[in-house]
């Protein structure tokens, strides 16, 4: 099955920009679905934007309009730049691939996806 390496996180201050990104092996990402993840100590893990196989985006609202996800084929990899980052943003960020098949308004659900990245983390001052 797919393993799922994330990187990308850091240190930003607000009002800047970071793409995470999250390369692939074992499989290649075209037969998934994948989302990005985040959580903070003590709370749910929640998405942040996720994309099918054939390129179809759903976005957290506390994201829309400030993130993009994308899928790279060249890189077997899943990209997620968010940009005016915002302290609220500070998180892990978890990568996710889904062998199922997921409905667009289950993208943001973790129940949805089997596989998980061991995550980065973004901090933003």
């Known amino acids: 099955h797919v393993q799922l390496v994330e990187s990308g996180g850091g240190l930003v201050q607000a009002g800047g920009s970071l793409t995470l990104s999250c390369v692939a092996s074992?499989?290649?990402?075209?037969?998934?679905?994948m989302g990005w993840f985040r959580q903070i100590p003590d709370k749910e893990r929640e998405g942040v934007a996720g994309?099918?196989?054939?390129?179809?985006?759903s976005y957290a609202d506390s994201v829309q309009g400030r993130a993009i996800i994308s899928q790279d084929s060249n890189m077997n990899a899943v990209h997620l730049e968010i940009n005016d980052l915002k302290p609220g943003d500070t998180a892990m960020y978890y990568c996710?691939?889904?062998?199922?098949?997921?409905?667009?308004?289950?993208?943001?659900?973790?129940?949805?996806?089997?596989?998980w990245g061991q995550g980065t983390q973004v901090t933003v001052s």
């Open positions: 996710a691939a889904s062998d199922s098949g997921v409905a667009w308004w289950s993208l943001l659900d973790k129940e949805s996806y089997q596989y």
């Open positions: 074992g499989d290649t990402i075209s037969r998934y679905c």
């Open positions: 994309i099918e196989s054939d390129g179809s985006t």
